[in-house]
């Protein structure tokens, strides 16, 4: 089976940073597009940053200029630094990739890891 696994979150005042790793490990025949996603107390889980296994990158709006995704294909790995924190990046944020498998023809499947939680705060 496929398994993201991330690490990396803690607590950092204002305006500090942390970087984030996700790496995916199983029966993968190819990782795709993979991104980071975080979800905040009380709100909807929004989109942070994309990257595509060309590296083109996405980036919401909040987070453009602080946080920067990349990726390591070889290592079916992703990472998010991010820098300038601020108490609203508070949220779990989790991984997302979309992977070819082996043994699972052409079909792509979307995999989440457990999340891991950042927090801001003076």
């Known amino acids: 089976q496929v398994h993201l696994e991330e690490s990396g979150g803690g607590l950092v005042q204002p305006g500090g940073s942390l970087r984030l790793t996700c790496a995916a490990s199983?029966?993968?025949?190819?990782?795709?597009?993979m991104g980071w996603y975080r979800q905040a107390p009380g709100k909807q889980r929004e989109l942070v940053a994309t990257?595509?296994?060309?590296?083109?990158?996405n980036y919401a709006d909040s987070v453009k200029g602080r946080f920067t995704i990349s990726r390591d294909n070889a290592k079916n790995t992703v990472y998010l630094q991010m820098n300038s924190l601020k108490p609203e990046d508070t949220a779990v944020y989790t991984c997302?990739?979309?992977?070819?498998?082996?043994?699972?023809?052409?079909?792509?499947?979307?995999?989440w890891g457990q999340g891991t939680q950042v927090t801001v705060s003076s």
């Open positions: 997302n990739s979309k992977i070819l498998r082996i043994g699972a023809g052409f079909n792509e499947y979307d995999y």
């Open positions: 199983g029966r993968i025949l190819r990782t795709n597009d």
């Open positions: 990257i595509s296994s060309g590296g083109n990158t």
